[in-house]
Structures are given as C-alpha cells and as structure tokens.
Nanobody, 123 residues
Framework: VQLQASGGGLVQAGGSLRLSCAASGRAFGVYHMGWFRQAPGKERDFVAAISWSGGSTYYSDSVKGRFTTSRDHAENTVYLQMNSLKPEDTAVYYC?????????????????WGQGTLVTVSS
C-alpha cells in the first residue's frame, strides 16, 4: 500500500482544511487508516483513526469535536476534515495504515506511512 497525503496549507485560526490521503493497492480496504501529526521539535502524535469498515472512528482529546475522519472505499481515499483550527494544530500531518487495533495506535504498529503534508494555522 502506498499512501499520498495532500490538502495542507496556511489557514487562519478558526478556519478549516480537509486533508486527503489516496491509497494505491487493492489491499486498502483491509487496513485501518489513521492520521498523525508532528510539530517542530516534537514527537509524532496520534490524531485520528478509522476502522477498515469505516464504522468506528477514534480521536485524540485535543481534536475531538473539531476533526472528523472518513473514508471512501470506492476512491481508496481517507479524509481528515479539520474545523475550528488553532495555532497549536500547526504540524506536518501524516496518514498511516495498520492492521492492528486502531483504538490504541502506537507508532510501532504502523504498517505504512504516507509522506507528510504541512498545516500552518496563523493566529
């Protein structure tokens, strides 16, 4: 599975962005998909995940209620809708795939990483 993230950019605080992650390969449907982010000088942290079926989603406390993840099996794409953005959301965002339990997703459980897309939120 190859993952290609896009949709990052510069936005003012309170604004919205939608990230996309396009997956190649027929196995997309069997993977749980997730989003992580890494701010400058910080570790890469879990943001959100969606089960292989799309029936379950999980979010970090810092984004719960503001971010929504979804997936489109027909398009082999997963999305991260980000609303009410804050300057502290500024980071490089990575999409990821795993066959492990997405409810608890340490970095080591990631099977595939996409390249990052930069999100900058100005105050």
């Amino acid at each position: 599975v190859q993952l290609q993230a896009s949709g990052g950019g510069l936005v003012q605080a309170g604004g919205s962005l939608r990230l996309s992650c396009a997956a190649s390969g027929r196995a997309f449907g069997v993977y749980h998909m997730g989003w992580f982010r890494q701010a400058p000088g910080k570790e890469r942290d879990f943001v959100a995940a969606i089960s292989w079926s799309g029936g379950s989603t999980y979010y970090s406390d810092s984004v719960k209620g503001r971010f929504t993840t979804s997936r489109d099996h027909a398009e082999n794409t997963v999305y991260l809708q980000m609303n009410s953005l804050k300057p502290e959301d500024t980071a490089v965002y990575y999409c990821a795939a795993t066959k492990s339990n997405p409810r608890s997703w340490p970095l080591r459980n990631t099977d595939y990483w996409g390249q990052g897309t930069l999100v900058t939120v100005s105050s």
